[in-house]
C-alpha cells in the first residue's frame, strides 16, 4: 500500500536511513529480461534479485508444488464422483493434459511479461491495478496462508503420528500444530538465507516423493504382472453404486495438479526464462500426468473400488498389502511430501506479495531484498507469520472452501489477459506464442469450472465473495488516497526503516 508516500524531506529520519524506491514501472517492450531488475545480485553497487532458478530447478518447483499429500492420501475423490475405475483413470489423464495447456498459457505470458508474480503480474499489465489489487489481497488474507497451514499440519500429522501407534490414543492436536509451525519457520529461514540452499531443498524432496510413487507404481505392476488384473474387467462400469458426476470428477481431478502455475511466480529469477521457463513446463507437467494415472492404476491393481473407497489412506493401504514390512516407506514418503510441498510454496508465493508491494499495492518494506543474501525476506517472514497464525484456526478448511472459486477465475481472467494483449500489444517480443485456440478453449474451461465451483457451494461462495468485496475499501483507502495526513505518514515512514534496519533490507533497482 503507497502509505511511505509524501514529503521525504520532512519525514525521513536521516540520509543514510533513506528508503530506495522499491517501485517499477510495469512491463512495456523495452522492459525485457535482461534489465537489471532480473540480474545480478548487484549491477552497479544496487541489490537486486538474483538468476539462480536453473531448468532442473524449475522443474521440480512446478513437480514438487503439485505432488502434495493427495496422491498418496484420497484420489478416491475422482473415483466416487466419475464411479468407475476406466473413467476414473480417464479423469486423471485429461485432468493432467488441461493442466499442461493451462501451463503453457502461462509459458507464453511468462515469456511476454517478463516479471514474477505470476497472474497478478499478468492482470495488472492487461486490466490495471484494480482488478490486480483484489486478487493480491485475497491471496494475501487467506488463500496462500490458508494454504500453507494445511499442508504443514498434514506433514506434522505423518512426523507425530508414529510416536502414538495406538490407534485410541491420536496425537495431541496441539503437538500436531507446534510441529506445523516448526516445520513453517524451519523453511522460512531456509528461504531467507538463500534461494540456492531452497531450490536444493525443493530439488531433493521433489526426488524423494517422485522415488516413493515410482516404488509404488513398479510393486502395483507387478502384483498385476502375477494375473491380478480382476479390477480391470469391464473397467468402465460402475461398481461403486453410487450415480457420479463427471464435471465434479474433472473438478477433483484438476485440483489434484494445482501448483503448475507457481513456477511463473519466479520469473526473474529463472536463468534464460525466456527458454527454461517453456521447457520446465514441458518437462513437469507430462511427467506428474505419466506419475499420476500410473499410481493410479498401480493402486487399482492391488485394491478394488471398494476398498479404495472405504481407506482414508490409500498408499498406506496399498502398502499394507503389498509392502508387507516396508510399508514404513509410504508415511515417511507422504512427511517427505509435503515437507517439500511447503518449500515450493514458500519460494514461489512469497514473490507474488514481493511483486505486489514494488508496484506500490503493499508496503513498501515488502518489496524490498537483504542486502547480502539477496532474498525478499520480509515478504517471506510476513508470508511466515500468517501462515502460523492459520495453523491455529480451527475451521481452516472451511476458510478455504469460501474461496475455491477465485484459484479457476483469476488463471481464466491471466490467461484472457494473453488473448486481450495479443490484439492491444501485437508488437511485444513473444519467444514463445501458442495457437490463439488454446487460450481460448481454457479461459471457457476455467469459466465452467468457476460455475460449477458456484453451483457446488453456493452459500460458500457468497462468504468468501463477500470477504473478496473487502478489497475495495482497502484500494481506496490505502493506495488511491494519496493525500494522507502527515502524522500518518510519519509513523509509516518510521516504522518502515525500523524494520528495515532490523531486516537488512534495501529496494529493488528501479527501472527507468
Known amino acids: ?71 498418496f492420501i484420497s484420489p478416491k475423490g475422482v473415483l466416487e464422483s466419475s464411479g468407475s475405475v476406466g473413467m476414473s483413470l480417464l479423469v486423471w489423464t485429461i485432468s493432467g493434459l488441461f493442466s499442461l495447456v493451462g501451463a503453457l498459457c502461462y509459458a507464453e505470458l511468462g515469456t511476454t511479461i517478463q516479471l514474477s508474480g505470476g497472474e497478478y503480474s499478468y492482470i495488472y499489465e492487461a486490466f490495471g491495478e484494480l482488478p490486480a489489487f483484489v486478487l493480491l489481497w485475497v491471496t494475501l488474507i487467506i488463500i496462500n496462508p490458508t494454504g500453507q497451514a494445511v499442508v504443514a499440519l498434514t506433514f506434522s500429522y505423518y512426523v507425530v503420528q508414529p510416536f502414538y501407534p495406538d490407534p485410541d490414543c491420536p496425537p495431541p492436536d496441539e503437538f500436531i500444530r507446534i510441529a506445523a509451525v516448526l516445520c513453517l519457520t524451519l523453511l522460512t529461514f531456509i528461504n531467507c538465507w538463500s534461494v540456492p540452499l531452497a531450490t536444493k531443498v525443493q530439488d531433493v524432496f521433489t526426488v524423494a516423493k517422485v522415488s516413493a510413487l515410482i516404488i509404488i507404481i513398479i510393486a502395483g505392476f507387478a502384483y498385476m504382472a502375477q494375473g491380478n488384473t480382476e479390477n480391470f474387467e469391464n473397467s468402465f462400469e460402475n461398481k461403486i453404486g453410487e450415480d457420479g458426476s463427471i464435471a465434479l470428477a474433472f473438478y477433483s481431478g484438476l485440483f489434484a495438479y494445482a501448483g503448475w502455475n507457481y513456477l511463473n511466480y519466479l520469473t526473474e529469477e529463472i536463468k534464460e526464462s ?59 514418503a507422504v512427511a517427505m511430501s509435503t515437507f517439500g510441498a511447503v518449500n515450493g510454496g514458500i519460494l514461489s508465493q512469497s514473490r507474488l506479495f514481493f511483486v505486489g508491494a514494488r508496484e506500490g499495492q503493499l508496503p513498501q518494506l515488502m518489496g524490498m531484498i537483504h542486502v547480502k543474501r539477496c532474498t525478499p525476506l520480509p515478504s517471506i517472514f510476513f508470508t511466515c507469520i500468517l501462515s502460523c497464525m492459520y495453523v491455529f484456526v480451527s475451521e481452516i478448511d472451511t476458510l478455504i472452501n469460501y474461496f475455491s472459486f477465485v484459484t479457476w477465475l483469476a488463471i481464466g481472467f491471466a490467461v484472457c489477459g494473453l488473448i486481450y494483449l495479443r490484439f492491444k500489444k501485437p ?3 513473444r519467444p514463445f506464442k501458442l495457437n490463439i485456440m488454446f487460450p481460448i478453449a481454457f479461459v471457457l474451461a476455467c469459466l465452467f ?64
Request: aromatic share 8%.
Open 1 to 71: 500500500m503507497a502509505l511511505a508516500s509524501g514529503d521525504p524531506t520532512e519525514i525521513k529520519p536521516s540520509e543514510e536511513e533513506l528508503l530506495v524506491d522499491a517501485k517499477i514501472s510495469h512491463v512495456t517492450p523495452e522492459h525485457q529480461p535482461n534489465g537489471p531488475v532480473a540480474g545480478d545480485s548487484t549491477d552497479g553497487g544496487q541489490v537486486t534479485l538474483k538468476k539462480e532458478v536453473g531448468l532442473f530447478n524449475g522443474v521440480t518447483v512446478i513437480v514438487g508444488s503439485i505432488i502434495g499429500s493427495g496422491i
Open 274 to 332: 525466456d527458454q527454461n521457463l517453456p521447457r520446465a513446463i514441458i518437462i513437469a507437467m507430462p511427467l506428474v500426468t505419466i506419475i499420476y494415472v500410473l499410481a493410479n492404476v498401480a493402486y487399482f491393481a492391488v485394491l478394488s473400488p471398494n476398498e479404495l473407497m472405504l481407506s482414508n489412506a490409500v498408499a498406506v493401504s496399498f502398502a499394507v498389502k503389498v509392502l508387507g514390512p516396508m510399508a514404513w516407506i509410504i508415511p515417511i
Open 427 to 429: 508488437e511485444l517480443k
Open 449 to 512: 469450472l468457476t460455475v460449477m465451483g458456484v453451483i457446488a457451494a453456493f452459500y460458500d461462495t457468497l462468504i468468501g465473495l463477500a470477504i473478496t468485496i473487502t478489497a475495495f475499501p482497502v484500494y481506496f483507502l490505502c493506495i488511491k488516497w494519496t493525500d494522507k495526513p502527515l502524522v500518518f505518514l510519519r509513523m509509516i515512514t518510521t516504522t518502515s526503516f525500523w524494520f528495515q534496519r532490523l531486516f537488512m533490507v534495501v529496494g529493488q533497482q528501479k527501472i527507468d
